[in-house]
């Protein structure tokens, strides 16, 4: 832990522990101090997943709560909100499988997994090359590693790999217009010669870095080695192309970032000795605040008062992985 902590111009573990969030200072004592925080299922009855359960549907979803565009169904909008509510309740509140409102949310998504292994929707009949492996992320998190839909999962993800190693959005690698595809009877199939997207690859390789088994195939080393070469650098293709997207934030994590990818590139082996880690860890120790925490340009808070400190939780907890 000395390793990490040393680098850092001020330190960050006063403000964190310091917090009245009950949450944010078990994940704090357990992961960067490595001491026994307590039952984690004590957390699951405060009053933030206590609220969000009451909300969940009977078929394990969440409702969205904004405008349905017109070429984009109820459905999928439906995933993307049960998305984004089972990343707080698994990465926020550490929420597994034991929990009867996980499993529900769980057997939603794997009822939209095609026979291909993408869980599909949220792009219509598209390939999701993004939310498909973010989904298996959380769910891995939340206990379902060993689930044969999750192996079947990847299997689809590593039969639609670009040849560079990484993956791209096959809508993108055809050069399609979203709204003319995306109600298609069949999704477009990759053009593997075209390069890959970093902003999908990195959201691919959060799926292989949570999971114990896949994070160790060389694949996953392969897809690391090209998301660490294009860290800072703008995208290959039209979404969030502009290398200014890499110090948005969020967390839990949405898109690729730059906390995002290191957090994936420590899980598979990458280290600090790597010029191109260190110079990202660089950054962050830039911009670090005299009060210790990071105050970063957050891309989505949530409504959360305490997301800074997240983000902060989240950053040390990078830092000790790549310095591990």
């Known amino acids: 832990m000395q390793d990490w902590l040393s680098q850092l111009h001020h330190d960050p573990l006063r403000p964190l522990l310091s917090s009245q969030n ?11 101090l490595n001491e026994a925080s307590g039952d984690i299922t004590e957390l699951w009855h405060l009053t933030m997943p206590e609220g969000l359960f009451r909300k969940q549907q009977e078929d394990g ?4 709560p904004g405008k349905v565009h017109d070429h984009r169904s109820t459905e999928d909008y439906a995933q993307l909100e049960t998305f984004r509510n089972l990343g707080i309740l698994v990465e926020k509140y550490g929420l597994t499988r ?7 949310a769980a057997e939603f998504f794997f009822s939209k997994q095609s026979d291909e292994g993408d869980i599909r929707g949220i792009y219509g009949n598209q390939y ?7 989904i298996m992320e959380l769910l891995i998190k939340a206990g379902y590693d060993e689930d044969y839909r999750i192996d079947k999962g990847f299997q689809w993800l590593l039969a639609t790999r670009q040849d560079d190693g990484g993956w791209a959005a096959p809508l993108r690698t ?8 995306v109600n298609a009877p ?8 075209k390069p890959s997207s970093h902003m999908v690859t990195g959201m691919v390789l959060r799926a292989f870095a949570a999971h114990d088994k896949y994070r160790r195939r060389p694949e996953a080393h392969t897809a690391g080695n090209l998301l660490a070469g294009r860290l800072f650098k703008p995208d290959k293709y039209a979404d969030r192309r502009a290398s200014e997207y890499w110090t948005k934030f969020s967390f839990p994590f949405w898109f690729t970032d730059l906390l995002s990818a290191l957090d994936s590139l420590s899980k598979t082996s990458f280290r ?3 010029p191109r ?4 860890m660089e950054w962050f120790f830039d911009q670090q605040t005299t009060e210790g925490i990071w105050n970063l340009n957050l891309l989505r808070s949530g409504g959360d008062p305490d997301q800074e400190l997240w983000i902060s939780y989240a950053v040390c907890r990078v830092m000790k992985q790549c310095s591990t």
């Open 22 to 32: 009950k949450a944010l200072r078990y994940f704090v004592k357990r992961d960067l």
């Open 277 to 280: 880690i260190h110079k990202a």
């Open 98 to 104: 034991e929990h009867e409102g996980i499993e529900s």
């Open 272 to 274: 600090d000795n790597d």
């Open 174 to 181: 055809h050069g399609a217009r979203y709204k003319e595809v």
């Open 61 to 64: 979803s969440w409702k969205y």
């Open 186 to 193: 069949e999704p477009l199939q990759p053009i593997p010669e």
């Open 128 to 134: 999701a090359h993004t939310y498909s492996p973010a």
